[in-house]
């Protein structure tokens, strides 16, 4: 059985080949069933586990054009923000600046 640490998630089990995917079961932790003889080795049962990232932050009105948020520049409501994976150029997320303080905040 495989205990996933607080803070972490488990991935998604038998994805690609033994030797390359999770073998846990997501709900329970556990492994598949192995026999083995005297003598033998199985390398391949193992847990895919990661800790989810966060992006995200404050759309505002550069006006000054130097890339750094001034005092005097403000947030910008309705701002929607795109979130692509880099090879396909799929999207993944979408979310909009809100009214309320111009961020915004994508959990990967």
Do not use: C, H
């Amino acid at each position: 059985m495989f205990m996933t640490p607080a803070g972490y998630n488990e991935t998604t089990p038998n994805t690609t080949t033994d030797a390359n995917d999770s073998d846990a079961d997501p709900a329970t932790g556990n492994s598949p069933l192995t026999n083995l003889v005297s003598g033998e080795s199985d390398q391949t049962i193992d847990a895919g586990i990661y800790r989810p990232a966060t992006i995200g932050d404050y759309v505002w009105n550069d006006t000054d054009g130097d890339g750094v948020q001034d005092p005097t520049e403000t947030g910008l409501n309705g701002v929607t923000v795109i979130l692509k994976d880099a090879a396909t150029l799929a999207v993944l997320q979408t979310t909009v600046t809100t009214l309320v303080d111009q961020q915004y905040s994508m959990i990967l």
